[in-house]
């Protein structure tokens, strides 16, 4: 496979919170034109769905006809409120389009996700995808992925040795509390581990070793999975694409 960079050039360097926001609001506008009549739609968690679920609930009142699957709770509530209508994930049929967001991505769709908690369904939605889009503001777009932290979901039975196992790959790690300081607890009833490696060079190499440690229910390493990225900087949209390969 390849990738292609497509970009204007229109950028600017403001990266306040008002900035931001409205890059978010772009690029997630940008991604509305991908959505089709009778699509099956997988919706992403966190800042994705706040500004993507009043985008769609918009269209829905106009006509458009979709199912949609969420990647958290949360944002199955939020979607349900806002009149767009929901169904649960079996993996009985192949999703049309996922819309999702990512902490960080390369210029190879290499991301890392997780930092909103929803890390284990959005692999699952994402690889039941025919397409996958990254929606996100200018500072996700990164060289090299490890500025942020990578979350790994394990389960509670013995999480302190998972925390250990990981540890011995070169992080140092923290488990994920909440607002009460007490673990943070996935939608699946698991614990996170936030782990900060520094610089990923080698994502899929990292990735494989994840894989292997007992305990280990996902990581926020995505490969391979998401097929465009739109990313707003400013008021311009850079658009990174991977061509397949035939």
Request: net charge negative.
């Amino acid at each position: 496979m390849s990738f292609r960079l497509e970009a204007t050039v229109n950028m600017t360097t403001t990266t306040t919170d008002e900035q931001l926001k409205k890059e978010k609001q772009l690029a997630a506008q940008s991604s509305i034109e991908f959505v089709r009549d009778g699509m099956f739609l997988g919706i992403g968690t966190g800042s994705t769905a706040e500004y993507l679920i009043p985008l769609l609930a918009v269209k829905v009142k106009a006509g458009l006809s979709i199912v949609a699957v969420a990647t958290s709770k949360k944002t199955e509530e939020l979607a349900r409120l806002a009149g767009i209508k929901m169904v649960d994930f079996d993996g009985s049929a192949e999703i049309d389009l996922t819309i999702d967001g990512a902490d960080e991505i390369n210029d190879r769709l290499e991301l890392i996700k997780g930092g909103g908690g929803a890390l284990l369904r959005e692999k699952i939605v994402a690889a039941a995808s025919r397409r996958e889009i990254i929606i996100a503001d200018s500072r996700k777009l990164v060289a090299v992925l490890g500025a942020a932290a990578l979350p790994v979901e394990v389960i509670k039975l013995g999480w302190k040795n998972v925390q250990r196992q990981l540890e011995l790959l070169g992080c140092s790690s923290k488990l994920r509390t909440n607002s009460s300081s007490e673990p943070f607890v996935t939608d699946e009833g698991n614990y996170i581990v936030d782990c900060h490696f520094g610089q990923i060079s080698e994502p899929a190499s990292l990735a494989s070793e994840l894989d292997h440690i007992v305990g280990v229910v996902e990581h926020g390493l995505f490969i391979g999975l998401a097929d465009q990225a739109i990313i707003a900087t400013g008021s311009t949209v850079r658009t990174i694409e991977r061509t397949r390969v035939k």
